[in-house]
Nanobody, 115 residues
């Protein structure tokens, strides 16, 4: 059974930083493209960042230069370092593992940016 478990969310002040982690089990982690998505209240889920099995990365325009995605295949874990956070980054952040046709999601972790 595949499981993706996110951690690291919480409340942070504007300008602050957080690092999210997503640890996977039940799959061959190194061959999957891993992504971070977020969904704010009343909005559709959107892609934040993705890292392929070859370590190619891509980011949403809204987070370029502030967020960094990385992976540690030895730990079956993908990270999202988030810096210079703003209230607009408030959302539930979810981890995704994809190697079509297989597509798995974590439960998500809340990130709230507020003073």
């Amino acid at each position: 059974q595949v499981q993706l478990v996110e951690s690291g969310g919480g409340l942070v002040q504007p300008g602050g930083s957080l690092r999210l982690s997503c640890t996977a089990s039940g799959l061959i982690f190194r061959i999957y493209t891993m992504g971070w998505y977020r969904q704010a209240p009343g909005k559709q889920r959107e892609l934040v960042a993705v890292i392929t099995s070859d370590d190619y990365t891509n980011y949403a325009d809204a987070v370029k230069g502030r967020f960094a995605v990385s992976r540690d295949n030895a730990k079956n874990t993908v990270y999202l370092q988030m810096n210079s956070l703003t209230p607009e980054d408030t959302a539930v952040y979810s981890c995704n593992a994809r190697r079509l046709p297989k597509d798995y999601w974590g439960q998500g972790t809340q990130v709230t940016v507020s003073s």
